[in-house]
């Protein structure tokens, strides 16, 4: 702005003019206004800090508890995770051993232990999908269904008519389920079975799977031939007279 007297330039506060010396009356408006603000922020800045001052304590705490917070989630994140962290150490793990690993793996093979493979590369982790186990990838698909199947027909043959005791039932549900399964995953993957390095070990045990249905279910291969091309309820009835001797 500008002085009315001498026409210099004049800031809004200036109470003087510096040119001229005259008293300035046309920014006092303004200038209160300014001193009000100041006055009023001076004030609010001491209120805040006497309530800083005064929460310190609850601040602190507050903190803490955020951190305590943050403790319990990493804390629990670590205990929902500590299995897969467990199950990615082993398959490193596993890597790391496949020198040592490797004969292991091939003595069961070679004297017809699938269900024993298949315990060997579960407690292990071994990550068949990958390099180096690559190659034991359907190798290891049809040992799992395999010993499921082993396990369920042995399971509900030696129990009997008191299979799982509350419910005899469920034994044949669960030996139809795991033969059905083994069988179908054998057909369903047959050409890649004749191309895979372990064809004959994969066949091998499809001979066991048909001993053990011709021994302990009574299906020889044409029992067998007919017990598939029935439906599932027919093959259920079948193994519920065998197994529970309806």
């Known amino acids: 702005m500008k002085c009315i007297s001498c026409g210099a330039e004049i800031g809004l506060t200036d109470k003087v003019c510096a040119h001229c010396g005259r008293v ?8 209160a206004d300014m001193d009000f603000y100041k006055a009023d922020s001076a004030k609010t800045k001491k209120r805040v800090r006497e309530i800083i001052t005064e929460n310190i304590p609850m601040v602190i705490s507050a903190g803490i508890m955020i951190l305590l917070v943050i403790a319990v989630i990493a804390t629990a994140y670590v205990k929902e995770n500590a299995y897969g962290f467990r199950e990615d150490a082993a398959r490193r793990e596993s890597v790391r051993q496949y020198e040592a690993y490797s004969p292991v793996i091939q003595d069961y093979l070679d004297a017809g232990d699938y269900t024993g493979f298949a315990a060997f590369e579960e407690c292990h982790n071994i990550a068949e999908w990958e390099e180096p186990y690559a ?8 040992a799992g269904d395999y010993t499921l199947m082993v396990s369920a ?3 509900a043959v030696m129990f009997g008519p008191d299979a799982h005791r509350y419910d005899p039932e469920s034994a044949v549900d669960d030996c139809h389920s795991a033969v059905r399964i083994f069988y179908s995953e054998f057909d369903r993957n047959l050409s890649d079975i004749d191309a895979d390095p372990y064809r004959d070990y994969i066949y091998d045990m499809r001979t066991q799977a048909d001993m053990i249905m011709e021994v302990y279910l009574g299906l020889d291969e044409t029992g067998r031939s007919e017990f ?3 439906s599932d309820i027919k093959q259920k009835a079948y ?3 065998v197994l529970l001797h309806d």
């Open 24 to 31: 300035i009356t046309e920014n006092a408006g303004y200038r």
């Open 135 to 142: 190659s034991l990838d359907l190798l290891v698909d049809m």
């Open 153 to 155: 027909v042995e399971e």
């Open 228 to 230: 598939f091309a029935e």
């Open 239 to 241: 193994l519920e007279e």
